[in-house]
């Protein structure tokens, strides 16, 4: 939990500032694009990853101590605890997916559909 809440700090603070500070226009140049151009970098995409991962790890697993502090009853804290890891790895799955496989311009999609950045097909 200390090592990752300390990586995790240096990531989200790196998050931020990347997407508040540096970028250009702040906050209000971040729509759609932004975030299609961003994930389309391997370094953000890996940096996303990895800051998704801890947080939920972090998070779930503070979750389970909570759960096994207060929850007296072994089956309620059977249930509780399961379904804590059933969402964490649902969670780390879909988020991992989303990350390394984001497009926002798909090929062969009605172009009238796609956003304007997309190059006209």
Known sequence: MRASGVVLIVLIFGH????????????????????????AQPFWQWWDALMLWLAI?????????????????????????????VAAVMLILLGTLITF?????????????????CASV
């Open 16 to 39: 931020l500032a990347y997407n508040l500070i540096w970028t250009p226009g702040g906050i209000h140049a971040i729509d759609f694009g932004f975030v299609g151009g961003k994930l």
């Open 57 to 85: 790890l972090h998070g779930s697993n503070g979750m389970r101590t909570i759960v096994n502090d207060y929850v007296h009853k072994p089956r309620v804290r059977k249930l509780a605890l399961g379904a804590i890891g």
């Open 101 to 117: 496989t984001f497009d926002p311009c798909p090929q062969g999609a009605d172009p009238a559909l796609l956003p304007s950045f």
